[in-house]
C-alpha cells in the first residue's frame, strides 16, 4: 500500500496541555523558563567539557553526547508546543507530524542506547578499573557512539515508514500536544493491531531490555563494593546514583507509553510533560549539582570569564 494514495487528512488537530486560556498562558510563561534552562544548561555542559582538559574522558564524552540529544529532543516538541499555548487552533501538517515523529524517535531510542552505554562505562570503571583505560580507548568510544546514532536512525526510520504506510482518511484529533506514533496510528482507517503489536515488539521491548541492563549493572556495582567504600567508590557511587534517577525518568516514561495498546490514559500527558520537558532539565541539574568534577569546572570557567574581563 502506498501511503500517498490513501492520505486525506492534511493537516490534525491537537488537543494540548488545556483548552483554558489564562491556565495556557501561565503554562507558556512557565515552560519558556523551562526550555531556556534546558538549552542553556545543557550547553554549559558541552562548553565546560571542550574546554578542560581533565574532562576528556570517556565519562564525560557521553555526557556531553547526552547533553546534545536533550537539546535537540526538547526543541523537538517544545517550540510547537509553546506556540500552541498562544492560539485556539492547535493544528500541525501531515509533513511537521511526521517529521515530529522520526526527530521524537530519533533522539529518544538513540538517548536510551547512550544511557545503557554510561552504565557499562561506570560498571568497567568500578568493577574493572585496571583495564578501564585500555577497553574505554578513544576509538571504543567513538565506535560505540556511532553504533547508538546508527541505532535510533533504524529504530526512527522504521517506526516512520509503518506509520506512513497507513491510510488516514478521516478522524485528524490527537489527544496530546505532540504527535507520536501510538496516537498518529489510531486516526488509520484500517486495522492497526499488528502494527500496535509491532510497536510494543519494538519500543516497548527497547525500553525494557535497556532497563533491565541498567539495573543488573548497578546491582553488580552495589555487590562489588558493599564491603570496601573508599573515597572515589563514593564518588563513583554518588555518580551511579545522579545516572539511575535519569534513567528511571527516562525509561519510566517509554515503558509506560510504548508498552501497552494505542490507547489514550489520563496521565498520558503528565507523563509526556516530563519525558518532554522535565528530563531534559534535570539532566543538567543532577551532573552539575552531583559531580564534584563538574563544578570544580564550572568554577575554573567562571574565574578565567572573570580574569579576562579584568584585564
Known amino acids: 500500500m502506498v501511503w500517498q494514495n490513501h492520505t486525506r487528512v492534511s493537516e490534525f488537530f491537537l488537543s494540548g496541555l488545556t483548552t483554558n486560556h489564562a491556565v495556557e498562558l501561565a503554562l507558556f510563561t512557565f515552560f519558556v523558563v523551562i526550555y531556556m534552562l534546558i538549552i542553556l544548561g545543557n550547553m554549559l555542559i558541552i562548553f565546560t567539557i571542550a574546554h578542560d582538559q581533565r574532562l576528556h574522558s ?22 510547537k508546543m509553546l506556540a500552541d499555548f498562544l492560539v485556539d487552533k492547535k493544528s500541525i501538517s501531515f509533513e511537521e507530524c511526521v517529521a515530529q515523529m522520526f526527530f521524537l524517535h530519533l533522539f529518544a531510542c538513540t ?24 577497553i574505554m580507548s578513544r576509538k571504543m568510544c567513538l565506535q560505540l557512539a556511532t553504533v547508538m546514532w546508527m541505532g535510533g536512525l533504524i529504530h526512527s ?21 505532540f504527535c507520536d506514533v501510538p496516537l498518529v496510528i489510531k486516526l488509520a482507517c484500517t486495522n492497526t493491531h499488528i502494527l500496535e503489536m509491532l510497536i510494543v515488539s519494538n519500543s516497548g521491548l527497547i525500553s525494557v531490555v535497556c532497563f533491565l541492563v541498567l539495573v543488573t549493572s548497578y546491582v553488580v556495582i ?12 563514593h564518588k563513583a557511587l554518588s555518580t551511579c546514583a ?25 496521565a498520558d500527558k503528565v507523563v509526556s510533560v516530563f519525558f518532554t520537558a522535565i528530563t531534559p532539565l534535570m539532566n543538567p541539574i543532577i551532573y552539575t549539582f552531583r559531580n564534584e568534577d563538574m563544578k570544580n569546572a564550572l568554577r575554573k570557567l567562571c574565574r578565567r570569564q572573570i580574569d579576562s574581563q579584568d584585564k
Not at 555487590?223 to 567508590?233: D, M, P, T
Not at 535519569?246 to 489520563?266: D, E, M, N, Q, W
Open 58 to 79: 570517556p565519562m564525560y564524552f557521553f555526557l556531553s553526547n547526552l547533553s546534545v540529544i536533550d537539546v535537540c529532543h526538547s526543541s523537538v516538541v517544545m517550540p
Open 111 to 134: 538517548e536510551i542506547f547512550l544511557l545503557t552505554i554510561m552504565a557499562y562505562d561506570r560498571y568497567l570503571a568500578i568493577c574493572n578499573p585496571m583495564h578501564y583505560g585500555t
Open 157 to 177: 526510520v522504521s517506526l516512520t515508514a509503518l506509520t506512513l504506510n497507513l491510510p488516514y482518511c478521516g478522524p485528524s484529533a490527537i489527544d496530546n500536544f
Open 222 to 233: 552495589l555487590v562489588s563494593l558493599r564491603n570496601h567504600l573508599s573515597e572515589g567508590q
Open 242 to 266: 545522579a545516572h539511575l534517577t535519569v534513567v528511571t525518568l527516562f525509561l519510566g516514561h517509554c515503558i509506560f507509553i510504548y508498552l501497552r495498546p494505542a490507547k489514550s490514559l489520563a
